[in-house]
């Protein structure tokens, strides 16, 4: 994954692009939430990687997710958390996509 991705997705320094894919994945995730983006979501993840241009060394790659990566810990938490499985999604799907 590059930051150009994350960037074109809406992901920025300044804050998510309106009626970018970013502001829709927040717009869902919040009302699926009930009204906010909860901390360590999809949403607030790629923010977080749009903001701080780091998503090329997260372990996040178009051949996969990196072993021993940042990306491998939060697939390897999330499937624990959800019973031995990435659910479709989720943040380290959403994440892996983009």
């Known amino acids: 994954m590059s930051d150009q991705n994350v960037r074109n997705a809406g992901f920025t320094a300044s804050g998510i692009k309106g009626g970018s894919l970013a502001s829709s994945l927040m717009s869902h995730e919040a009302r699926s939430s009930g009204g906010g983006v909860p901390s360590g979501g999809p949403t607030s993840t790629l923010q977080g990687m749009g903001a701080k241009g780091t998503t090329h060394s997260s372990g996040?790659?178009?051949?996969?997710?990196?072993g021993?990566?940042?990306?491998?810990?939060?697939?390897?938490?999330?499937?624990?958390?959800?019973?031995g499985g990435v659910p479709r999604g989720g943040t380290t799907s959403t994440v892996q996509s983009i």
């Open 60 to 66: 996040f790659t178009s051949s996969g997710i990196s």
């Open 68 to 83: 021993g990566s940042m990306a491998s810990g939060m697939m390897s938490k999330e499937a624990t958390s959800h019973g």
